[in-house]
């Protein structure tokens, strides 16, 4: 899978996934617009890349809880007919009970893992429809399926990815845009900086490598996978968990209630 003159935007590239997306993005052949908001790391990654590559690698140093600052890379992702992939990887974590929780870093967070999210993929989709190709990789996590007790939000934003790349998908359905959700699990990132939980407290085993995490989503993307999790050892377990939530469908709205709630 090659491009030839074709660029992928990587947010939060500046290290862990988005780093690892960025290298991997390269040997592949894309140009690469690579934004973050730590302007120093960005460019000596971008010339890292471009050293090793020869790729073209723009820098964009933006923070995208800030309306001016996103404006920046929606203009970008507006105009520049070259795009063929976003993949939106920044994110945050904090893993806190909600009692006594500051509202505003969780604002924050909700503002970095849903709404620039969402603003960059409907700013990014016309183009690529237009263009007749393109691919949107959307990182979810796993934790938008092991909800727990310290996760109400954070779990609350990556299952509103899941979401929001599942309805995407079927929105996209007779189109040439590709749109896959990654989930993965624990990472060995420095997400885990400041989240509140101490990553060396997680047993080895299910602590994953950036490269193979990096890997092992691009994998999915090439097998045509809509929803890849990255540690699960059979694809049926989560096509079962589908199919049973499929079977609710046709009783979710009806005219009356459940006989349970009628005396």
């Known amino acids: 899978m090659t491009t030839q003159n074709k660029t992928a935007v990587v947010t939060g590239a500046s290290v862990g996934l988005g780093a690892a997306y960025a290298q991997r993005l390269a040997d592949r052949g894309y140009d690469l617009i690579l934004v973050a908001r730590n302007a120093a790391r960005l460019e000596m990654l971008a010339s890292d890349i471009r050293g090793r590559t020869g790729r073209a690698v723009d820098v964009v140093a933006a923070d995208l809880t800030d309306a001016a600052q996103i404006a920046v890379v929606e203009e970008r992702l507006r105009t520049d007919e070259s795009i063929e992939m976003l993949v939106n990887n ?54 938008a399926l092991n909800i727990l007790p310290v996760s109400a939000v954070y779990s609350g934003t990556k299952s509103y990815v899941l979401t929001f790349t599942q309805a995407l998908q079927q929105e996209l359905a007779e189109s040439p845009v590709t749109v896959q959700a990654v989930l993965p699990g624990a990472v060995r990132t420095d997400l885990w900086d400041g989240s509140g939980v101490d990553l060396e407290t997680f047993p080895d085993e299910i602590v994953m490598n950036v490269d193979d995490a990096v890997d092992a989503a691009l994998a999915g993307l090439d097998a045509g996978e809509p929803v890849t999790i990255l540690s699960l050892p059979d694809i049926s377990d989560w096509e079962s968990f589908e199919k049973a939530r499929q079977a609710l469908v046709p009783n979710l709205s009806r005219k009356v209630p459940a006989d349970r709630y009628r005396g």
Not at 99 to 108: C, L, T, V, W
Request: hydrophobic content about 50%; cysteine-free.
């Open 90 to 143: 920044a994110g945050g974590a904090l893993l806190t009970p909600l009692a006594g929780s500051d509202a505003a870093a969780y604002e924050a967070l909700i503002n970095l893992n849903v709404t620039a999210l969402t603003r960059l993929t409907i700013v990014v989709l016309p183009g690529l429809t237009a263009r007749g190709r393109g691919t949107v990789v959307n990182i979810s996590s796993a934790m």
